[in-house]
């Protein structure tokens, strides 16, 4: 079974602040099939990065991830009022299809 | 645009059965794999099943194998959840998610809003 673990459990921050957030996964599986979502207050999660690195539409490009093998990152280099949500990160493919528990941003 | 809508969601008890329906719009809803990824109150993103394009393929995790089935009517552009021999720990939120294409070990790329499951006696 993968297991995906984040870092920082919360993480907080002011607007334009850079924030830096981890992801680590228990099995290494060779590509880069690795995601990021945010979710705010009762909304659905929203897709942000896919494939460790590549930006879904419409994302801004302040967001950007990073990583490969076991590590991955994402970063958000100036923070918005609408940044502070939670994170998760994705580990997908035939082998494993798993999340990760989650880091809330919030402001600080 | 793509648009997920769930429903079927409520109040059961222990024991008891639902069925969850997501229609999918603004899409060709047969050439994606699709899935359900359920989130308890608070908590994190649990993936519950997932279905191939033409519905031959069916995909469950380790806790609700058995209980719980996947489907799809292509022709409705709609995709279900029926859930049996539902269990307190099967309460959440349960999203309909699109997978990034044909493939069901794609990432998904869209959510529905979700509908809330409430197994209490």
């Known amino acids: 079974e993968i297991v995906l673990t984040q870092s920082p459990g919360t993480l907080s921050l002011s607007p334009g602040e850079r924030a830096t957030l981890s992801c680590r996964t228990s099995?290494?599986?060779?590509?880069?099939?690795f995601a990021w979502y945010q979710q705010r207050p009762g909304q659905a999660p929203r897709l942000l990065i896919y494939?460790?690195?590549n930006r879904a539409a419409g994302i801004p490009d302040r967001f950007s991830g990073s990583g490969s093998g076991t590590d991955f990152t994402l970063t958000i280099s100036r923070l918005e009022p609408e940044d502070f949500a939670v994170y998760f990160c994705?580990?997908?493919?035939?082998?494993?299809?798993?999340f990760g528990p989650g880091t809330t941003l919030d402001i600080k | 645009e793509v648009q997920l809508l769930e429903s079927g969601g409520g109040l059961q008890h222990p024991g008891g059965s639902l069925r969850l329906s997501c229609g999918g719009s603004?899409?060709?809803?047969?050439?994606?794999?699709m899935s359900w990824v359920r989130q308890a109150p608070g908590k994190g993103l649990e993936w519950v099943s997932g279905?191939?394009?033409?519905?031959?393929?069916?995909y469950y995790s380790d806790s609700v194998r058995g209980r719980f089935t996947i489907s799809r009517d292509n022709s409705m552009k709609t995709l279900f959840l029926q859930m049996n021999t539902l269990r307190p720990e099967d309460t959440a939120f349960y999203f309909c998610?699109?997978?990034?294409?044909?493939?069901?070990?794609?990432?998904?790329?869209?959510w529905g809003q979700g509908t809330l499951v409430t197994v209490s006696s």
């Open positions: 603004g899409f060709i809803f047969n050439i994606y794999a």
């Open positions: 099995q290494s599986f060779g590509t880069n099939n």
């Open positions: 279905i191939s394009v033409a519905g031959g393929s069916t």
């Open positions: 994705h580990q997908y493919g035939r082998s494993a299809f798993a």
């Open positions: 494939a460790a690195f």
């Open positions: 998610a699109r997978h990034g294409g044909a493939s069901y070990d794609r990432y998904i790329d869209n």
